[in-house]
């Protein structure tokens, strides 16, 4: 009988427990309808950003270019989304009923994806692949997405030059790319191409990953793509397909655009924060072999 009523408690919390993160979704998108509808006059990325569920200021900055960037079909394709509570494209999703398709590595980050709500209430798929150049068009197309996109949104923290560089099924309108802010704004480099990469294996530091700011300009250049500007982190960039990159976005260099990162990364051999300088970070990565993509 005590066990029963053990049992019966614990099960009231976690209904309680499911219920205010449930509240708290929900908060976060009514504020993020607020806070969408009053940069609605933004000129700028930077003017534009604000955050609901992406990391740092990425939905507003995405809430800026689909307003002003003709999209044919509300659809995207994010990879790297855990469990997709943090991510740059759920406020699309639950605002403006953008349909999609996450991919994660982790098989219970998308099991959990898959029993949350927005998967029942909304038009997601979410797949689980340890995403490589190799396999990436496959896993893409076998989900059922092909063609003229709206958005991609490129994040797994390593081999992310290499992935977009593949990417030929899908022909997104605006790419979302992660840079690596502590090569700087002048070389175009990149991690070499490990299909096993991870970051916390590749290096203890935690620094050691993607690619450079001008690298993936240059790579957009060659896929058709206009780089439009950085957010204020300083660790995205935000690329629009050049026959539809309206006069409202400028294209800039990756000299104009870069932003240095803004964050703490480091970490020492025992997992800690090493609270390094970039100088000091810029050293660290020196010694680590890295592909110049220009020569």
Same mark, same amino acid.
């Given at each position: ?56 200021? /990425? ?27 943090? !991510?740059?494209? *759920?406020?699309?999703?639950?605002? %403006? ?6 991919? %994660? ?72 790319? /992660? ?7 002048? *070389? ?16 203890? !530091? ?21 780089? $439009?500007?950085?957010? !204020? ?6 690329? $629009? ?50 592909? %110049?993509?220009?020569?």
């Amino acid at each position: 009988m005590n066990f029963v009523r053990v049992l019966t408690s614990l099960l009231s919390r976690l209904r309680r427990v499911d219920s205010i993160e449930t509240r708290a979704v929900y908060l976060q998108e009514a504020m993020g309808r607020i806070e969408a509808r009053q940069t609605e006059n933004a000129r700028t990325l930077r003017e534009a950003e604000f955050r609901v569920f992406s990391q740092w200021g /990425e939905d507003g900055i995405i809430q800026f270019l689909v307003r002003h960037v003709p999209i044919a079909d509300k659809t995207f394709v994010e990879f790297g989304v855990q469990d997709y509570l943090e !991510s740059s494209t *759920r406020f699309l999703v639950v605002k %403006d009923h953008w349909s999609g398709l996450v991919i %994660d590595g982790s098989a219970e980050n998308v099991e959990k994806i898959r029993h949350s709500e927005i998967y029942w209430r909304h038009r997601l798929r979410a797949e689980c692949a340890f995403i490589t150049r190799d396999n990436i068009n496959d896993v893409i197309r076998s989900a059922g997405f092909a063609g003229d996109i709206g958005l991609l949104s490129v994040d797994i923290d390593g081999n992310d030059y290499w992935v977009w560089q593949a990417v030929d099924v899908v022909k997104p309108r605006i790419v979302i790319a /992660e840079y690596n802010a502590r090569f700087g704004a002048e *070389r175009a480099v990149s991690v070499p191409y490990d299909a096993q990469f991870v970051r916390g294996r590749a290096h203890y !530091s935690m620094i050691y990953y993607g690619a450079s700011l001008a690298a993936l300009t240059e790579l957009g250049e060659t896929k058709g793509y206009a780089l $439009v500007g950085c957010n !204020s982190a300083g660790n995205n960039a935000f690329f $629009v397909r050049k026959d539809v990159l309206p006069a409202i976005l400028p294209r800039v260099s990756a000299r104009e655009a870069y932003v240095p990162a803004c964050f703490r990364e480091a970490r020492d051999p025992s997992g800690q924060l090493s609270f390094l300088s970039t100088e000091d970070e810029q050293k660290l990565l020196e010694t680590l072999p890295l592909v %110049d993509l220009r020569s």
